[in-house]
């Protein structure tokens, strides 16, 4: 057990049952008053905020996090077959932990995947970025790039996103693997 001044931004504690990430952590001491910590926290499994207080000699559940690196190779069901490059064991990731990023990523990709205690996948981070072919989309017309405007895009994992007017069939781009903004041209 460790207590609530021995944490820092990004540790993972348990705290009622639920796994939590530590996104904010400030000590407070308000005038004659005794000090605090106040501590603002994400829920790995849902994603919702929680804020507490909590006194300086409080116990909190500090777990051990491992991150690895591992390579994307293909969907199984609800699942992505993930490899180790160093020991070529193959895991199974949820989606569920991508989020809506999976939409963007395709095989071959690498993804920061965190373990408690070195048994099941807690979360899952893919690439800021990600280079994609595009599968189809209206054609460009000459002259088409003095605005901002976009038009809509499929990429090569079935995805659509937005792209400006000059991009054409077969073009590769760099996007925001979280979200799926456009970000340049890739030759």
């Known amino acids: 057990m460790a207590t609530i001044s021995d944490l820092s931004k990004g540790n993972f504690i348990r705290y009622n049952g639920e796994i939590m990430q530590v996104e904010e952590l400030q000590h407070r001491t308000p ?3 005794r000090a605090f910590y106040q501590i603002k926290m994400r829920n790995i499994r849902n994603g919702k905020l929680a804020e507490n207080r909590f006194r300086p000699g409080d116990a ?3 777990l051990r996090v491992e991150t690895k690196e591992y390579q994307f190779l293909y969907t199984d069901g609800d699942s992505l077959v993930c490899m180790d490059n160093e020991t070529f064991e193959q895991i199974y990731l949820d989606k569920g932990l991508l989020g809506d990023s999976v939409k963007y990523i395709k095989e071959g990709v690498k993804l920061l995947i ?3 205690n070195g048994t099941s996948p807690i979360t899952a981070e893919p690439p800021q970025q990600v280079v994609v072919n595009i599968t189809y989309t209206e054609p460009g017309v000459q002259g088409d790039t003095a605005t901002r ?3 809509s895009a499929k990429i090569e994992t079935g995805a659509e996103i937005r792209v400006p007017l000059f991009i054409n069939n077969g073009d590769n781009v ?3 693997a979280r ?3 456009y970000i340049e041209r890739v030759k």
Do not use: R, S
């Open 149 to 151: 405007t976009l038009k």
């Open 174 to 176: 760099k996007i925001d």
């Open 179 to 181: 979200t799926g903004d």
């Open 31 to 33: 005038g004659n008053l």
């Open 114 to 116: 965190a373990f408690e």
């Open 60 to 62: 909190v559940e500090l």
